[in-house]
Nanobody, 124 residues
C-alpha cells in the first residue's frame, strides 16, 4: 500500500503561481511512476503531468505545457507540481497518483494509488 497526501492548493489570481506537494508513505517511493491529475466540476479527471521513477522522463498535457513543472525528490518521498501563469480554467481538484512500474502513463486506470486531492481555484 502507498498513502499519498497532497498539499499546497488554494486560491490565487490569474497569472499567479502555486506549488503542490504530494508526500508518499508505505512503500519504496522510487519504485513508482508519479502523476498529477485534475478534475473540474462536471468534467472527467484528466492527466496533468507524469514523471518517471528517476525523474528523467516527464509528460505534460498540452494545456499546461510550458506553465507547469513536475519534479520529484525520492529522498523526501515527495512529488511536486509547480504551476505558473495560472488561468481560471486551471481551477480543479488536483490529485496525486502512483503507478507501479517504470513507464509513464497518461491513463487514469493505470494508476494504483490516489491521494484525496487538493483544491486549486484561480480567480479572473
Amino acid at each position: 500500500q502507498v498513502q499519498l497526501v497532497e498539499s499546497g492548493g488554494g486560491l490565487v489570481q490569474a497569472g499567479g503561481s502555486l506549488k503542490l506537494s504530494c508526500l508518499a508513505s508505505g512503500r519504496t517511493f522510487s519504485n513508482y511512476v508519479m502523476g498529477w491529475f485534475r478534475q473540474a466540476p462536471g468534467k472527467e479527471r484528466e492527466i496533468v503531468a507524469s514523471i518517471s521513477w528517476s525523474g528523467s522522463n516527464t509528460y505534460y498535457a498540452g494545456s499546461v505545457k510550458g506553465r507547469f513543472t513536475i519534479s520529484r525528490d525520492n529522498a523526501k518521498n515527495t512529488v511536486y507540481l509547480q504551476m505558473n501563469s495560472l488561468k481560471p480554467e486551471d481551477t480543479a481538484v488536483y490529485y496525486c497518483a502512483a503507478r507501479s512500474g517504470r513507464t509513464i502513463s497518461t491513463m487514469r486506470n493505470e494508476y494504483n494509488y490516489w491521494g484525496q486531492g487538493t483544491q486549486v481555484t484561480v480567480s479572473s
